[in-house]
Each structure stands twice: as C-alpha cells, then as structure tokens.
Nanobody, 114 residues
Framework: QVQLVEDGGGLVQTGGSLTLSCVAS??????MAWFRQAQGREREFVAG????????NYEGFVKGRFIISRDNDKNTVFLQMNSLKPEDTAVYYC?????????WGQGTQVTVSS
C-alpha cells in the first residue's frame, strides 16, 4: 500500500526556517517532488529531486531559499526552507514526479506570520 506521510510544518515568523520531511512507502525509489497548495489556489510544484539525488530543481519563487534532499536508506525526502515569507504559507505535500493522483498524503501546514 502506497503511503506518503509529511511532517515538520508549523507556525514561523517571516525570515524563519523549517525543515519538512516525507516518509514514503509502498513503491520503489523514484524521482520525487514537493508541492504546495495555498488556500483558494491550485496546487503547485515547489522542488524536485531525481531518484539518486543527483539532479534537483526548484520553482523560481523558492530558488536560493529552499533545499530539497533525500535519504533513500530511510525512504525520506526533505525540504529545508529558509528565509520564509508570508506567501510561502500553504499545505505542503510530497509525491512522485510527475505526481500520481492517488498518492497524495495529508500534507503538512506551513504558516508564516508577517
């Protein structure tokens, strides 16, 4: 059974940092990504990482602030978020890349106060 469990969200002030984690189970190692969905908006891509961590890419609005990484031994993908802004407030999800509709987890809420 496929399961993606995100954790690490919370409330942080502008300029603060958080590190999200996503534990995956039920499928083989693959390219992974983080996505986010702000209230009233479509879910959007944030950052992606290849199956072995060799290739990483970022959406423009997080480039230079966020770092995606993974630990395949622990089936975990991370998103280190620095210099957070109020516009980063959203529910953050991980999924394969490209995402599989049936794989979405519950996400983790990130709230950045101004």
């Amino acid at each position: 059974q496929v399961q993606l469990v995100e954790d690490g969200g919370g409330l942080v002030q502008t300029g603060g940092s958080l590190t999200l984690s996503c534990v995956a189970s039920g499928f083989s190692i693959s390219d992974m990504a983080w996505f986010r969905q702000a209230q009233g908006r479509e879910r959007e891509f944030v950052a992606g990482i290849s199956w072995n961590g060799g290739v990483r890419n970022y959406e423009g609005f997080v480039k230079g602030r966020f770092i995606i990484s993974r630990d395949n031994d622990k089936n975990t993908v991370f998103l280190q978020m620095n210099s957070l802004k109020p516009e980063d407030t959203a529910v953050y999800y991980c999924n394969r890349r490209p995402p599989i509709p049936g794989y979405w987890g519950q996400g983790t809420q990130v709230t950045v106060s101004s």
